[in-house]
């Protein structure tokens, strides 16, 4: 099994619709989480993360992380077009630079 | 330009030649990584570097080799090309001494597509 496991998708929804990505880990030692967004043919860039468990809200995202469960979600309000790419989850351990990624999922929002 | 940029953005090379990816970043970030990206595998960690001198291996090593002998640079040599070679290679760096939120982020150059033949 590995470390961190994600949906690869593809999600298809519509515009305005509400958007639930999720991983699930392994690895009771990942402290921070982290979502990063890529664009077609473009490197990924950080969308938000959060510290251990709780939630984080940043505009029409919100990032949750249930360490219990070993499991972290994103969800977009409201979806525009423009938020079609692929989300990877990412985590690392306390003192460690080192991120384990997802297999990323490909969304896309219709007009 | 500042940021993080990789070059060539696209190779095409033949089985058994020596390839060289190259990164540069203009911040001076301590950290820097070498990731592939393959489609069913997601990113995987080469390898990476905490300081000038200072490397060490990821994930799926075998078959690169890296140096860095300044903070600025750090290039990806494929010894001798394989097929399985044939990827989206990523560098991206971080700051050891950014403090709060910023010690979170990995910054991401924009990839080199790599054709091995």
């Known amino acids: 099994q590995k470390e961190v496991e994600q949906d690869p998708g593809p999600l298809s929804v519509p515009e305005g619709a509400i958007v639930s990505l999720n991983c699930t880990y392994s690895n009771s030692a990942f402290q921070y989480f982290m979502w990063y967004r890529q664009y077609s043919r473009k490197g990924p860039e950080l969308l938000m993360y959060?510290?251990?468990?709780g939630n984080k809200e940043d505009g029409r995202f919100t990032a949750q992380v249930d360490k219990s469960s070993k499991y972290i979600s994103l969800f977009i309000r409201d979806s525009q077009p423009s938020d079609s790419a692929t989300y990877l989850c990412?985590?690392?351990?306390?003192?460690?630079?080192?991120?384990?990624f997802g297999k990323g999922t490909k969304l896309s929002v219709i007009p | 330009d500042a940021g993080i940029t990789q070059s060539p953005r696209y190779k095409i090379t033949e089985t058994g030649r020596q390839v060289t990816l190259m990164c540069h970043q203009t911040?001076?970030?301590?950290?820097m990584f070498w990731y592939r990206q393959d489609l069913g595998h997601g990113l995987r960690l080469i390898y990476y570097?905490?300081?000038?001198?200072?490397?060490d291996k990821g994930e799926v090593p075998d078959g690169y080799v890296v140096s860095r002998s300044k903070t600025e640079n750090f290039p990806l040599t494929l010894e001798s090309a394989t097929r399985s070679q044939t990827s989206v290679y990523f560098c991206a760096s971080s700051d050891r001494l950014a403090g709060g939120d910023l010690r979170n982020i990995q910054y991401f150059g924009a990839g080199t597509r790599l054709s091995v033949l």
């Open positions: 911040w001076s970030h301590s950290y």
């Open positions: 570097s905490a300081a000038a001198d200072i490397t």
């Open positions: 959060t510290y251990s468990s």
């Open positions: 990412a985590m690392r351990g306390a003192g460690s630079y080192q991120l384990t």
